[in-house]
């Protein structure tokens, strides 16, 4: 079992910052492929951003990459979503994602093994 638990999320002004924290419980964590989504009001779930168990291969979806980025540190079993320049359309809740022992980086959503319960972000114009 893996449990999964986002923080971070708020208000911020387009143009702003947020750091996420996904915290994970489990000695899975350091060989999962891991995984940020996010769905806005009406609209599916969106990729975002996924890390090899190394945190050596990333992949990002094309709205994010440049102001977005991905990491681990798994001696603390966490995973981050640096999130600079934010603009209204970032607005959503936001979901980190475990892929147990996978070595293969997805953007899919049924890929993933275990989900977070989300931390919403707000992006003010």
């Known amino acids: 079992q893996v449990q999964l638990v986002e923080s971070g999320g708020g208000l911020v002004q387009a143009g702003g910052s947020l750091r996420l924290s996904c915290a994970a419980s489990g000695r899975t964590f350091s060989r999962s492929v891991m995984g940020w989504f996010r769905q806005a009001p009406g609209k599916e779930r969106e990729f975002v951003a996924a890390?090899?168990?190394?945190?050596?291969?990333?992949i990002y979806a094309d709205s994010v990459k440049g102001r977005l980025t991905i990491s681990r540190d798994n001696a603390k079993n966490t995973v981050y979503l640096q999130m600079n320049s934010l603009k209204p359309e970032d607005t959503a809740v936001y979901y980190c994602?475990?892929?147990?022992?996978?070595?293969?980086?997805?953007?899919?959503?049924?890929?993933?093994?275990?989900w977070g319960q989300g931390t919403q972000v707000t992006v003010s114009s």
């Open positions: 994602a475990a892929y147990l022992g996978s070595t293969y980086l997805t953007r899919y959503p049924y890929d993933y093994d275990y």
């Open positions: 890390i090899s168990w190394s945190g050596g291969n990333t």
